[in-house]
T-cell receptor
Framework: ETGVTQTPRHLVMGMTNKKSLKCEQHLGHNAMYWYKQSAKKPLELMFVYSLEERVENNSVPSRFSPECPNSSHLFLHLHTLQPEDSALYLC?????????????FGDGTRLSIL | SQKIEQNSEALNIQEGKTATLTCNYTNYSPAYLQWYRQDPGRGPVFLLLIRENEKEKRKERLKVTFDTTLKQSLFHITASQPADSATYLCALDMYNTGGFKTIFGAGTRLFVKA
């Protein structure tokens, strides 16, 4: 149990569907992150939230839309995705978005786009 | 260009031996370097963090070295066990506008044979 819970664990969707990924952290952390992990590639940072404010958006296509309603919850809203968006989507949290802050990861949502 | 390189080929070792994994980087000036473990179907788990002014860090059977001149970190697991089989990721922490940025390597898969 890492203290970061992601749902669903697996998701299959068509390119025209709309779905959302959910992340919840029980660690009292102030920073939350979305990453994309494709096979044999490094984790790609997508979005960073600090105290519920988006502080980083790494040129992510607009078909991915994050939402952070409070410091414990993070969502990733998906619509009109492409086959290349199939990957493992990981949520992480850290105490602050500063140095010396290990990140705590959830177990991810395995997303498959048909 | 900026790169983090971890051996993409899997490392196979015999139980009881020392496993050594390498993380090389170019055109980065990290303030910290972290190592994570990732099991199949799970999110990464933080193992160790080392600062740029530290040469070595130990935790139980784990040892990390950080050579900012060579731009290299070595990760050692002594008396390795089959349960140590996993993918190990290195990550660089660097000062970035508004805070810190963590960049991950693609990881090295370790297999420990009984």
């Amino acid at each position: 149990e890492t203290g970061v819970t992601q749902t669903p664990r697996h998701l299959v969707m068509g390119m025209t569907n709309k779905k959302s990924l959910k992340c919840e952290q029980h660690l009292g952390h102030n920073a939350m992150y979305w990453y994309k992990q494709s096979a044999k590639k490094p984790l790609e940072l997508m979005f960073v939230y600090s105290l519920e404010e988006r502080v980083e958006n790494n040129s992510v296509p607009s078909r991915f839309s994050p939402e952070c309603p409070n410091s414990s919850h993070l969502f990733l809203h998906l619509h009109t995705l492409q086959p290349e968006d199939s990957a493992l989507y990981l949520c992480a949290s850290s105490q602050e978005r500063t140095e010396n802050q290990p990140q705590h990861f959830g177990d991810g949502t395995r997303l498959s786009i048909l | 260009s900026q790169k983090i390189e971890q051996n993409s080929e899997a490392l196979n070792i015999q139980e009881g031996k020392t496993a050594t994994l390498t993380c090389n980087y170019t055109n980065y000036s990290p303030a910290y370097l972290q190592w994570y473990r990732q099991d199949p179907g799970r999110g990464p788990v933080f193992l160790l963090l080392i600062r740029e002014n530290e040469k070595e860090k130990r935790k139980e059977r784990l040892k990390v070295t950080f050579d900012t001149t060579l731009k290299q970190s070595l990760f050692h697991i002594t008396a390795s066990q089959p349960a140590d089989s996993a993918t190990y990721l290195c990550a660089l922490d660097m000062y970035n506008t508004g805070g810190f940025k963590t960049i991950f390597g693609a990881g090295t898969r370790l297999f420990v044979k009984a």
